[in-house]
Protein backbone atom coordinates (compact mmCIF):
# COMPACT_ATOMS: atom_id res chain seq x y z
CA UNK A 1 0.00 0.00 0.00
CA UNK A 2 1.54 3.47 -1.28
CA UNK A 3 -0.84 5.88 0.77
CA UNK A 4 -1.96 7.24 -2.01
CA UNK A 5 -5.61 6.63 -2.84
CA UNK A 6 -8.07 7.18 -5.81
CA UNK A 7 -11.65 6.71 -6.28
CA UNK A 8 -13.50 5.62 -7.78
CA UNK A 9 -11.56 2.58 -8.97
CA UNK A 10 -13.69 1.89 -12.04
CA UNK A 11 -15.91 4.32 -14.52
CA UNK A 12 -17.68 3.74 -17.05
CA UNK A 13 -19.50 6.44 -18.84
CA UNK A 14 -20.93 7.45 -22.06
CA UNK A 15 -19.04 10.00 -24.79
CA UNK A 16 -20.02 13.93 -24.16
CA UNK A 17 -20.16 13.05 -20.90
CA UNK A 18 -17.86 14.62 -17.63
CA UNK A 19 -16.43 12.76 -15.05
CA UNK A 20 -14.09 13.54 -11.89
CA UNK A 21 -11.27 11.75 -10.28
CA UNK A 22 -10.29 12.15 -6.91
CA UNK A 23 -6.81 11.62 -5.13
CA UNK A 24 -5.36 11.57 -1.74
CA UNK A 25 -1.98 11.95 -1.41
CA UNK A 26 0.45 10.09 1.14
CA UNK A 27 0.75 12.23 4.55
CA UNK A 28 2.96 14.84 3.94
CA UNK A 29 3.52 14.83 0.73
CA UNK A 30 2.54 18.52 -1.04
CA UNK A 31 3.23 17.52 -5.16
CA UNK A 32 0.42 15.84 -6.90
CA UNK A 33 0.96 13.94 -10.09
CA UNK A 34 -2.01 12.64 -12.78
CA UNK A 35 -0.40 10.12 -15.25
CA UNK A 36 -2.42 8.96 -18.09
CA UNK A 37 -2.01 5.02 -19.25
CA UNK A 38 -3.07 3.64 -22.14
CA UNK A 39 -2.37 0.24 -24.37
CA UNK A 40 -1.19 3.07 -27.28
CA UNK A 41 0.22 6.36 -25.74
CA UNK A 42 2.11 4.12 -22.22
CA UNK A 43 2.42 6.23 -19.47
CA UNK A 44 1.56 9.94 -20.01
CA UNK A 45 2.47 12.74 -18.01
CA UNK A 46 -0.68 15.37 -17.66
CA UNK A 47 -0.12 17.54 -14.53
CA UNK A 48 1.50 18.37 -11.09
CA UNK A 49 0.44 20.63 -8.33
CA UNK A 50 2.86 21.28 -5.48
CA UNK A 51 0.98 23.05 -2.47
CA UNK A 52 -2.13 23.91 -4.12
CA UNK A 53 -0.58 25.50 -6.95
CA UNK A 54 -0.07 24.05 -10.61
CA UNK A 55 3.79 23.48 -11.13
CA UNK A 56 3.80 21.78 -14.43
CA UNK A 57 2.01 20.41 -17.54
CA UNK A 58 2.58 17.51 -19.51
CA UNK A 59 0.32 16.47 -22.12
CA UNK A 60 -2.80 17.41 -21.12
CA UNK A 61 -5.99 18.08 -23.03
CA UNK A 62 -8.10 21.03 -23.03
CA UNK A 63 -10.70 19.10 -22.11
CA UNK A 64 -8.79 18.14 -18.99
CA UNK A 65 -8.48 20.31 -15.94
CA UNK A 66 -7.14 19.78 -12.67
CA UNK A 67 -6.69 21.53 -9.14
CA UNK A 68 -5.13 20.78 -5.25
CA UNK A 69 -7.46 21.49 -2.40
CA UNK A 70 -6.13 23.34 0.36
CA UNK A 71 -6.47 19.47 2.23
CA UNK A 72 -3.61 18.40 -0.66
CA UNK A 73 -6.19 15.98 -2.38
CA UNK A 74 -6.56 16.63 -5.98
CA UNK A 75 -9.24 16.19 -8.61
CA UNK A 76 -8.91 15.76 -11.99
CA UNK A 77 -11.97 16.83 -14.26
CA UNK A 78 -12.40 15.14 -17.96
CA UNK A 79 -14.99 16.72 -20.08
CA UNK A 80 -16.54 16.12 -23.19
CA UNK A 81 -15.76 12.57 -23.02
CA UNK A 82 -14.14 10.87 -25.98
CA UNK A 83 -13.81 7.05 -26.92
CA UNK A 84 -10.28 7.64 -26.94
CA UNK A 85 -10.04 9.24 -23.17
CA UNK A 86 -10.69 5.49 -22.36
CA UNK A 87 -7.43 4.88 -19.81
CA UNK A 88 -6.11 4.17 -16.37
CA UNK A 89 -5.49 7.57 -14.49
CA UNK A 90 -3.01 7.58 -12.18
CA UNK A 91 -2.43 9.67 -9.66
CA UNK A 92 1.42 9.98 -7.86
CA UNK A 93 2.26 11.98 -4.91
CA UNK A 94 5.97 12.99 -3.64
CA UNK A 95 8.12 15.02 -1.09
CA UNK A 96 10.37 17.84 -3.22
CA UNK A 97 13.60 15.96 -4.55
CA UNK A 98 12.12 12.38 -3.74
CA UNK A 99 10.38 9.50 -5.46
CA UNK A 100 6.72 9.36 -6.06
CA UNK A 101 4.23 7.10 -4.89
CA UNK A 102 1.62 5.84 -7.01
CA UNK A 103 -2.41 4.64 -6.24
CA UNK A 104 -3.85 2.07 -7.53
CA UNK A 105 -5.75 4.35 -10.52
CA UNK A 106 -9.36 4.85 -11.64
CA UNK A 107 -10.06 2.58 -14.78
CA UNK A 108 -11.92 5.10 -17.22
CA UNK A 109 -14.22 3.19 -19.66
CA UNK A 110 -16.12 6.06 -22.27
CA UNK A 111 -18.83 4.06 -24.77
CA UNK B 1 15.50 17.51 -24.38
CA UNK B 2 15.41 14.72 -21.94
CA UNK B 3 14.67 11.33 -23.00
CA UNK B 4 14.50 7.66 -21.69
CA UNK B 5 14.95 4.93 -23.51
CA UNK B 6 13.65 1.25 -22.34
CA UNK B 7 15.70 -0.69 -26.02
CA UNK B 8 13.27 -4.22 -24.94
CA UNK B 9 9.42 -3.90 -25.16
CA UNK B 10 9.30 -7.60 -24.24
CA UNK B 11 11.67 -10.21 -22.71
CA UNK B 12 10.78 -13.82 -21.66
CA UNK B 13 12.94 -15.98 -18.99
CA UNK B 14 13.17 -19.28 -17.71
CA UNK B 15 12.00 -19.04 -13.80
CA UNK B 16 15.54 -19.41 -11.91
CA UNK B 17 17.20 -17.63 -14.91
CA UNK B 18 18.93 -14.28 -14.52
CA UNK B 19 17.43 -10.74 -15.66
CA UNK B 20 18.56 -7.86 -16.96
CA UNK B 21 16.32 -4.90 -18.09
CA UNK B 22 18.16 -1.98 -19.79
CA UNK B 23 17.70 1.95 -19.57
CA UNK B 24 19.35 4.58 -20.82
CA UNK B 25 18.30 8.31 -20.62
CA UNK B 26 19.73 11.59 -21.92
CA UNK B 27 20.02 14.25 -20.11
CA UNK B 28 22.92 16.67 -18.97
CA UNK B 29 23.38 16.54 -15.55
CA UNK B 30 23.18 13.65 -13.08
CA UNK B 31 19.28 12.86 -12.44
CA UNK B 32 17.84 10.96 -10.19
CA UNK B 33 17.16 7.48 -11.52
CA UNK B 34 13.95 4.91 -10.84
CA UNK B 35 12.97 1.22 -11.67
CA UNK B 36 9.00 0.94 -11.13
CA UNK B 37 7.09 -1.91 -11.61
CA UNK B 38 3.60 -2.60 -12.66
CA UNK B 39 1.52 -5.77 -12.24
CA UNK B 40 -1.81 -6.21 -13.97
CA UNK B 41 -4.01 -3.43 -13.23
CA UNK B 42 -2.33 -2.33 -10.54
CA UNK B 43 -0.41 0.75 -9.60
CA UNK B 44 3.32 1.67 -10.49
CA UNK B 45 5.62 0.62 -7.17
CA UNK B 46 8.80 1.16 -6.70
CA UNK B 47 11.61 -1.00 -6.52
CA UNK B 48 14.88 1.22 -5.71
CA UNK B 49 16.24 4.46 -6.57
CA UNK B 50 19.23 6.52 -6.88
CA UNK B 51 20.30 9.86 -5.98
CA UNK B 52 24.31 9.83 -4.97
CA UNK B 53 26.78 7.80 -3.64
CA UNK B 54 26.99 4.16 -4.59
CA UNK B 55 26.33 3.54 -8.09
CA UNK B 56 24.77 -0.19 -7.57
CA UNK B 57 21.71 0.20 -6.00
CA UNK B 58 19.35 -2.76 -4.22
CA UNK B 59 16.06 -2.61 -3.90
CA UNK B 60 12.86 -4.82 -2.87
CA UNK B 61 12.38 -8.71 -4.21
CA UNK B 62 15.77 -9.18 -4.69
CA UNK B 63 16.33 -6.43 -7.49
CA UNK B 64 19.52 -4.10 -7.96
CA UNK B 65 20.44 -1.75 -10.49
CA UNK B 66 23.65 0.19 -11.40
CA UNK B 67 24.17 3.24 -12.41
CA UNK B 68 26.96 3.90 -15.00
CA UNK B 69 27.64 7.61 -15.98
CA UNK B 70 29.64 6.94 -18.95
CA UNK B 71 27.17 4.99 -20.42
CA UNK B 72 24.04 6.90 -19.34
CA UNK B 73 22.72 3.68 -17.96
CA UNK B 74 21.10 2.46 -15.02
CA UNK B 75 20.08 -1.36 -15.85
CA UNK B 76 17.71 -3.64 -13.71
CA UNK B 77 19.11 -7.06 -12.77
CA UNK B 78 17.84 -9.99 -10.71
CA UNK B 79 19.84 -12.74 -10.44
CA UNK B 80 17.22 -15.23 -10.00
CA UNK B 81 13.71 -14.55 -11.58
CA UNK B 82 10.76 -16.13 -9.81
CA UNK B 83 6.83 -16.39 -11.81
CA UNK B 84 5.86 -13.88 -9.96
CA UNK B 85 8.06 -11.45 -11.39
CA UNK B 86 6.42 -11.15 -14.44
CA UNK B 87 5.17 -7.78 -15.16
CA UNK B 88 5.89 -4.63 -16.85
CA UNK B 89 9.07 -2.64 -15.54
CA UNK B 90 9.47 0.82 -16.12
CA UNK B 91 12.45 2.73 -15.71
CA UNK B 92 12.65 7.11 -14.82
CA UNK B 93 14.43 9.77 -14.70
CA UNK B 94 14.26 12.56 -12.38
CA UNK B 95 15.76 16.22 -13.08
CA UNK B 96 16.11 18.64 -10.41
CA UNK B 97 14.82 21.94 -12.03
CA UNK B 98 12.44 24.68 -10.68
CA UNK B 99 9.74 21.54 -9.97
CA UNK B 100 10.46 18.12 -9.66
CA UNK B 101 10.35 16.66 -13.35
CA UNK B 102 10.20 12.86 -14.03
CA UNK B 103 10.25 11.23 -17.19
CA UNK B 104 9.22 7.76 -17.43
CA UNK B 105 10.45 5.29 -20.00
CA UNK B 106 8.06 3.52 -22.50
CA UNK B 107 8.20 -0.20 -20.40
CA UNK B 108 9.65 -3.55 -21.05
CA UNK B 109 6.93 -6.51 -20.36
CA UNK B 110 8.47 -9.33 -18.46
CA UNK B 111 7.03 -12.82 -19.10
CA UNK B 112 8.19 -15.69 -16.96
CA UNK B 113 8.33 -19.48 -18.03
CA UNK B 114 7.73 -21.92 -15.52
Known amino acids: DSGVTQTPKHLITATGQRVTLRCSPR?????VYWYQQSLDQGLQFLIQ???????AKGNILERFSAQQFPDLHSELNLSSLELGDSALYFC??????????FGPGTRLTVT | AQSVTQPDIHITVSEGASLELRCNYS??????LFWYVQSPGQGLQLLLK??????LVQGIKGFEAEFKRSQSSFNLRKPSVHWSDAAEYFC????????????FGPGTSLSVIP
Open chain 2, 50 to 55: YFSGDT
Open chain 2, 92 to 103: AVGMKTSYDKVI
Open chain 2, 27 to 32: YGATPY
Open chain 1, 92 to 101: ASSTPGYEQY
Open chain 1, 49 to 55: YYNGEER
Open chain 1, 27 to 31: SGDLS
